[in-house]
């Protein structure tokens, strides 16, 4: 079963960015589109943006939309979340996960496996 593993998570400052990484390893290969989901203390755990197995088709949640960016490089298996002009609410656990769906969802349950989350902490 393939194993995904974040990484590139820090502290920073309001308006600075940051890339955080999703490597995939381990299974027997097979296409997957990856979303990326945010989890805050005592907040549920929210989409943040997708893309889909061919790197062709992006998403976002709006309240990224603009400053975030995801993008892929399948020739390494790993999956990168590009977060531009950081706010203090960015702050949050950030997971990546895959499905073996042609495309990516906003919810969680759709997905087939996770990471273990990659701290962001942004402070004003």
């Known amino acids: 079963q393939v194993q995904l593993a974040e990484s590139g998570g820090g502290r920073v400052q309001a308006g600075d960015s940051l890339r955080i990484s999703c490597a995939a390893s381990?299974?027997?290969?097979?296409?997957?589109?990856v979303g990326w989901f945010r989890q805050a203390p005592g907040k549920d755990r929210e989409f943040v943006g997708g893309?889909?197995?061919?790197?062709?088709?992006?998403k976002y949640a709006d309240s990224v939309k603009g400053r975030f960016t995801v993008s892929r490089d399948n020739a390494y298996n790993t999956v990168y979340l590009h977060l531009n002009n950081l706010k203090s609410e960015d702050t949050a656990i950030y997971f990546c996960?895959?499905?073996?769906?042609?495309?990516?969802?906003?919810?969680?349950?759709?997905?087939?496996?996770w990471g273990q989350g990659t701290q962001v902490t942004v402070s004003s």
């Open positions: 996960a895959a499905t073996f769906s042609a495309t990516t969802s906003r919810l969680p349950s759709e997905y087939d496996t």
């Open positions: 381990g299974g027997t290969y097979r296409p997957y589109s």
């Open positions: 893309i889909d197995w061919r790197g062709e088709k992006t």
